[in-house]
């Protein structure tokens, strides 16, 4: 149980490495460093999605209050925010969302005991910020209450295999009417024919990866479910506080990379669910963007230069980035087609999801274009 003054702290995960979203994103720049889409070419104009996030979150959380969990590879990028630099924690390798929240939580209990953490990736993209918040301070309340983990579940308009499905309980009572379930199954990233049903059930959310715990609960969590990996983030917590950089690494490498869904979400029987409607999009793949960015009549989505134009004859449903001033599409439908300084991608909308893995194939020919 939580006091209702419990402090709130916000860790926001940018450690990603948007390879879905090639060749725009790349390994010295992934997508939570760049706008919507890669912004506006050939700079790469506009607002970032970690900006974004950063400015949601501020409804909930003081600069003092937010963690930024990233790559010590973007350290540079880093540098010129208005968070505390002992808030930035630099993660010497990738180790996917178990360790990076179970390191969060460690350091939050440390400075703050009994304080609560909301964890929120750093390249999506919410429409509602004022519900949004006005969720969050309620899933706060609630994890507090039933000493649970409670995540932010959204309603599922199409069987994506690319998510997590939450499958709701039965219903909590709540003090302030607030629409809450408990989970009674949690299913990471189903086949096609699976992902069907979930959608058309009524019962089941999308994970949106965001969720409000307290920092010790979580912890505890990570105890029971993945003793190994917990004692190892206790040594990696302590040796950071000590400002023990080598001591660190070393623990951190041993870390087992996991994510946070595999490691507690699917084993915890207590977890609680809050439908969100809150013009979400995990901006997880090219497609994506399509709800966020404007599109034409034919369901376009152009990202050109600022006076770019454009002419279409029978082209629907493009996602077409380029560099160039003009472009033209005649009779293709269904298609992505980004243009960098130094690559070209083609790829069909159906297939969006293998572009992560084909970046993952490029040998030492394409070692260049990461």
């Known amino acids: ?184 199954r949690f299913r990471e990233k189903p086949p096609l024919a699976r992902a069907k049903r979930y959608a058309s059930s009524g019962k089941h959310y999308w994970n949106s990866g965001i969720f409000v715990s307290q920092a010790a609960h979580l912890v505890d969590e990570l105890e029971v479910h993945q003793p190994r990996l917990s004692a190892t983030l206790s040594r990696a917590a302590s040796a950071l506080l000590k400002r023990d950089a080598a001591a660190f690494a070393k623990s951190w490498e041993k870390c087992e990379s996991i994510s946070i869904d595999h490691a507690v979400m699917e084993k915890s029987r207590k977890l609680i669910v809050l439908p969100a409607d809150v013009g979400w999009s995990d901006l997880g793949t090219w497609p994506a963007i399509r709800g966020v960015l404007p599109r034409d009549e034919d369901g376009n989505v152009w990202i050109l230069p600022r006076g770019g134009k454009t002419e279409a004859i029978g082209a629907k449903n493009l996602i077409v980035r380029s560099n160039k001033k003009f472009v033209a599409a005649v009779g293709v439908e269904d298609v992505i087609i980004v243009e960098t300084d130094d690559a070209l991608l083609i790829c069909s909308i159906e297939d969006a999801e293998k572009i992560g893995e084909m970046v993952k194939n490029l040998g030492p020919d394409g070692v260049r274009f990461l």
């Not at 003081?62 to 924690?89: C, F, G, Q, W, Y």
């Not at 390249?123 to 983990?149: M, N, S, W």
Request: proline content about 9%; aromatic content about 4%; charged content about 25%.
């Open 1 to 184: 149980m939580t006091r209702r003054d419990t402090p709130l702290w916000a860790v926001i995960m940018a450690g990603g490495a948007g390879t879905r979203f090639w060749p725009v994103s790349r390994k010295s720049k992934p997508k939570q460093f760049l706008p919507p889409g890669g912004g506006i070419p050939p700079q790469n104009a506009g607002p970032t999605l970690l900006d974004a996030t950063l400015k949601r979150i501020r409804g909930l959380a003081p600069p003092e209050r937010t963690l930024i969990m990233a790559s010590a590879a973007h350290r540079k990028l880093l540098r010129n925010l208005d968070i505390p630099k002992r808030n930035v924690v630099h993660e010497p390798a990738g180790r996917n969302t178990a360790p990076c929240l179970g390191l969060a939580a460690r350091l939050i209990e440390s400075r703050e005991p009994g304080a609560l953490m909301c964890a929120v990736p750093a390249d999506q993209f919410v429409e509602k910020t004022r519900e949004f918040r006005q969720l969050i301070k309620a899933g706060a309340r609630l994890a507090g209450e039933h000493e649970a983990i409670v995540s932010l579940g959204v309603a599922p308009h199409s069987p994506e295999t690319g998510f997590g499905y939450i499958e709701r309980g039965g219903r909590v009572t709540t003090k302030d009417e607030t629409e809450a379930f408990r989970v009674k």
